[in-house]
């Protein structure tokens, strides 16, 4: 199937207003993400046809206008057969995704490291800042409209709910703004009077899911981590009145300075090196398999898909890598790009790669290298330096997906073969 200059290579998901495709340029050979004009129709019936199309020229026109890092691209508007559609930068992974986040809101989700949540909230915030200066207000702010790159960068999408200072702006009855657990009191009762504060409350409810894996429905929940100025930041964040909340993006983000200071400070005090030792014993499975799309293929993974058990070695330092004597695998360095599932294949595929038994590593080899949740005292253990990664593995999920392990959040997830992912190769002893 075409649509205008570009082939569909299958379905991403679907927004408030149409379906988002991955589509191939099919002059430049690039792989796209296009959204076309297809509303529900209790939509259309809330606002008219004519009205769902103005407001989704208007949304591809806002982004196009947008010119900052951490705002997602449009880089074509068209109409094919009478449906206006976009076309953005193909971005595999969002927040929501990268979380566990289900259909059913309420459940709980895989905390992420406090430090990867603060840097995912403090992109977030200098998005809104810019929309927020150019006088757009989002107004649905939650984990699936922050997508990731592949090096950690977050892009904020999805402007067609958002509010332009100075619009007239009238909500059609029955039509809510915003997503539940998400959105702000007001933009319940009267949604065109939301300012950016509202778009804060919502980055608010992010970091605490981000970071506990529960929503604050019940009040700010319990953890290590909160000392007195994570509690202070959360009751001013998520307060009910606007009045009492941060003033402006930057402010909020000033305030996420305060929040890493005391993680550093306590983290560092508390830190306590471990002794080795190997609670992962012999060869794992270097063969790769195809799993199939259901079930639970992995039975060492939890409900969430993070390991139920952990190895506890430490990698030694060789003449090409890195050994790990308790599974007797010998890693190499990560990849100083991101490359997809296929480009990785391919370079294992090389003679001189081959010749010295190189190879992708399976979830099992792979899932050796994760480190569990230390609470502060992850400051600890810092195996991947830095950066935030994705490593791809030879398993396959079906024809067109593959397993990967999300070196960040402790888990094993699944992802299109297009995707750009970091690759760490390995070979036995």
């Not at 099992?364 to 990664?389: I, K, M, N, T, W």
Request: aromatic share 8%.
């Amino acid at each position: 199937m075409d649509i205008g200059r570009y082939t569909v290579l299958g379905p991403l998901g679907r927004g408030g207003m149409g379906r988002v495709l991955k589509v191939r340029h099919r002059a430049l050979g690039r792989v796209m993400a296009l959204k076309l004009l297809d509303p529900p129709d209790i939509l259309v019936d809330l606002m008219g046809s004519d009205a769902v199309r103005e407001a989704f020229l208007r949304e591809a026109r806002l982004m196009a206008g947008c010119d900052h890092r951490n705002i997602a691209p449009v880089w074509d508007l068209d109409e094919d057969r009478g449906r206006p559609f976009m076309v953005l930068e193909y971005l595999c992974m969002n927040v929501g995704a990268l979380i566990g986040e289900a259909a059913v809101a309420e459940e709980a989700t895989r905390p992420v490291p406090p430090r990867v949540a603060l840097d995912f909230v403090r992109q977030a915030l200098d998005g809104l800042g810019y929309l927020h200066g150019r006088g757009v207000v989002h107004l649905d702010m939650k984990p699936a409209n922050l997508m990731l790159a592949a090096d950690g960068t977050v892009r904020l999408i999805d402007l067609g709910l958002s509010r332009l200072r100075g619009e007239p702006w009238a909500r059609p009855r029955g039509l809510k703004v915003g997503s539940p657990f998400y959105a702000a009191p007001e933009q319940e009762a009267k949604p065109e009077t939301a300012d950016g504060r509202a778009d804060l409350f919502s980055v608010g409810v992010i970091l605490h899911r981000l970071l506990t894996g529960l929503l604050p429905e019940g009040g700010i929940a319990p953890s290590p981590l909160f000392s007195r100025v994570w509690t202070d930041f959360f009751e001013r964040a998520l307060a009910t009145g606007r009045e009492a909340r941060f003033g402006s993006a930057a402010e909020m983000r000033d305030a996420l300075d305060v929040l890493e200071a005391d993680l550093l400070a306590r983290g560092d005090a508390g830190c306590v090196l471990h002794e080795t030792g190997c609670s992962v014993m012999g060869s794992l499975r270097s063969e790769p398999v195809r799993t199939g799309v259901g079930g639970r293929p992995f039975a060492f993974l939890d409900g969430l898909f993070r390991p139920k058990e952990f190895h506890d070695a430490e990698l030694e330092e060789t003449a090409d890598g890195w050994l790990d004597r308790c599974t007797g695998l010998v890693w190499g360095p990560v990849s100083p790009w991101p490359m997809t599932w296929d480009e990785g294949m391919a370079f294992v595929d090389r003679d001189a790669v081959a010749a010295e038994g190189w190879r992708m590593p399976t979830v099992e080899e792979a899932v050796s290298l994760l480190r569990p949740e230390l609470e502060l005292a992850e400051f600890c253990h810092r195996p991947f330096g830095d950066r935030y990664l994705w490593l791809w593995t030879a398993d396959r999920r079906s024809y067109t997906s593959a397993w990967f392990v999300d070196v960040g959040g402790g888990a094993v997830l699944a992802q299109d073969r297009t995707c750009r992912f970091h690759v760490r190769l390995v070979r036995s002893v």
